[in-house]
Structures are given as structure tokens and as C-alpha cells.
């Protein structure tokens, strides 16, 4: 299996290699990108696939086109700037494997901060013992942090608030408890609900998921619950009361779709759980994986494909 693997990235690599040096993707990538900016940009989708071993099993144009999309808003790639990310996503429907595009919470802020219509946008975890209360009606919060990062970082979470003031003084807020997020999570996250939900949270969270195991819980709602919940935070916050640019409306619409090369969207992961009929819409995959690629998978070469490009 490991050898088959293996050999199927190595396939993939080789493809996107010889998709990236296609005219017509040469054409659609500049029409985007242009100039000096290229030889970066072709940079990224090369170092976004080498350090993402589940990436290189994905289509050439999905990779591209979710990439192209994430230039077009001026967001960057990197996992650690959590703008955007592309996600593998095995798509069962065409038997194959395609990257998704999907908006951090941080591209949120970006966005809302470039429209020029926000004078403050914020969103936080609460930790436990910090709500002192929360009035809905008025939208009031009161809180207390904990002054010691250290110690705050390692509390517990118990809620999740959110909030923006325009430049013109309208102001809005919002507060979720976790139990809350998580039964949002379980609504509409398939991958999150068919593997045990906030008991499985729990048990990971405490280190008692077997080692063999962990391959389940590779969804962001697993990974990074906290990461997840500021982001539905801001989405609740801003597509219901906020002023969206149209940036930001773009990369909501597109958010967590595959995009094709005629610019339409497929939601692959809206697929009906067994059980209960839950439908789901947010269904995540792991981003970036931990292990290197796997022995003897041949990488693209950055320099090649760029002398390719734009020699």
C-alpha cells in the first residue's frame, strides 16, 4: 500500500509539473498573476504540494485553480499565515482526489480590514472563569482575562466572542458558548459527526485516542477546534450584519469548493450522513500533514518548472 502510494504522488508530481507548463494554464495563470510575480507564485503551488504529501495525490487543475483564486485575493498559502488553504478532498463521486479552497479565519480579517469599512474587527476564545456575563439584548459583554498568556493559552475554552465597529460607530457583537460550536460542528461538519463529535474532541484532547487511530481525525474541527470556531464566528458575524466587499463575497461564495477552469464550484463535500439525514457543508480535511512524502516520491522541481514557464 505505502508503495502504491508512493507512486501515485510521484504520478501527480509529474503531472502538475507537465500542467503548469501547459499554454492555456500558462495564459490563465498570468491573466491572474502577470509579471515578476509568476516565478513566486509558481513557487508557492510547488512548496504547498511538497509539504503536503495528501496534496500531491490531487488533480492538477483543482490545485491550481483553488491557488489562483487565493492570488486573485491577495491572500498567501502559507499554513502558518492561515489565510487560505488548499485541501485535499477525495472526491468519491469522480473517483479521484481535488484540492479544495478553503478561507481562514485570518483571510476573514484580511478581507473585512481591506474593505475600509471596519474601524475594529475582533475575535477571541474565552477561557474558562473569564465570562462574567453576556447580555444578547444589548449585546453587552463583560470579561475578566487572565493576565498570564502562558496560563490563559492553557485554559480550557468556554466560549467563543466576536466583534466589529464601523468607522461610522455602528457596532456589533456576538457570543457562542463551546457547547454551542460544537453542536454547530456536528451539524454541519459530516467528517466531525461520523467520528464521534465533542466526545471524540474530548477524548483527543485528554490523549486517550489510540495511535493507530488518529487517521480519523484528521478533520479541522479534530485539529484545530478553536481555529474552526473563529472562523464560523466572523462568518456568522460578518454575512449577517457585516458590509462585505466584493473580495469578500467572492471568497465566502468559494469558500471550501472545488474550482474548475471555467470558474464554477463544486461542493464535493456536501454529502448526506447515514443516520440522521445531518447535511454537510463544512466537512474538512487535514491541511498540512506531519510526516515527510513517502521514500522514493519524486518532488517537482521549483527551478525547473519556473525555467519552463517563463523562459
Request: hydrophobic content about 35%.
Amino acid at each position: 500500500m505505502a508503495v502504491n502510494n508512493s507512486l501515485a504522488r510521484q504520478d501527480q508530481s509529474m503531472k502538475l509539473s507537465v500542467y503548469l507548463q501547459n499554454d492555456a494554464v500558462k495564459k490563465q495563470i498570468n491573466q491572474v498573476v502577470g509579471g515578476k510575480n509568476g516565478t513566486r507564485f509558481i513557487s508557492s503551488i510547488v512548496s504547498a504540494v511538497q509539504s503536503t504529501p495528501a496534496l500531491q495525490e490531487c488533480t492538477s487543475p483543482s490545485i491550481v485553480n483553488a491557488a489562483l483564486l487565493g492570488e486573485a485575493l491577495n491572500l498567501s498559502p502559507s499554513p502558518q499565515l492561515g489565510q487560505f488553504y488548499m485541501v485535499p478532498f477525495d472526491n468519491k463521486k469522480k473517483g479521484c482526489k481535488e484540492a479544495q479552497f478553503q478561507l481562514g479565519y485570518k483571510g476573514y480579517i484580511q478581507l473585512a480590514i481591506r474593505s475600509g469599512y471596519y474601524k475594529k474587527l475582533n475575535v477571541l476564545a474565552i477561557k474558562e472563569g473569564e465570562l462574567v456575563r453576556y447580555d444578547p439584548l444589548d449585546e453587552e459583554v463583560e470579561v475578566n482575562l487572565i493576565d498570564d498568556d502562558i496560563l490563559r493559552e492553557e485554559a480550557p475554552t468556554m466560549g467563543y466572542f466576536a466583534m466589529f465597529e464601523y468607522e461610522n460607530g455602528f457596532r456589533k457583537t456576538l457570543y457562542w458558548s463551546k457547547k454551542k460550536m460544537l453542536a454547530h460542528a456536528e451539524k454541519y461538519s459530516f467528517a466531525f459527526y461520523k467520528n464521534g463529535g465533542a466526545r471524540s474532541l474530548e477524548l483527543l484532547e485528554q490523549g486517550k485516542i489510540p495511535e493507530k487511530d488518529m487517521w480519523k481525525y484528521s478533520s479541522f474541527w479534530f485539529k484545530d477546534f478553536d481555529g474552526m470556531a473563529l472562523k464560523t464566528m466572523l462568518r456568522q458575524l460578518i454575512s449577517k450584519w457585516g458590509i462585505m466587499s466584493i473580495d469578500l463575497q467572492n471568497a465566502i461564495d468559494k469558500d471550501m469548493a472545488v474550482i474548475h477552469e471555467d470558474g464554477k464550484t463544486d461542493y464535493v463535500d456536501a454529502v448526506k450522513a447515514e443516520d440522521d439525514g445531518v447535511v454537510s457543508d463544512q466537512e474538512l480535511q487535514e491541511v498540512q500533514e506531519d510526516q515527510p512524502a513517502a521514500p522514493g516520491t519524486q518532488q517537482p522541481d521549483p527551478k525547473g518548472i519556473e525555467a519552463s514557464f517563463f523562459g
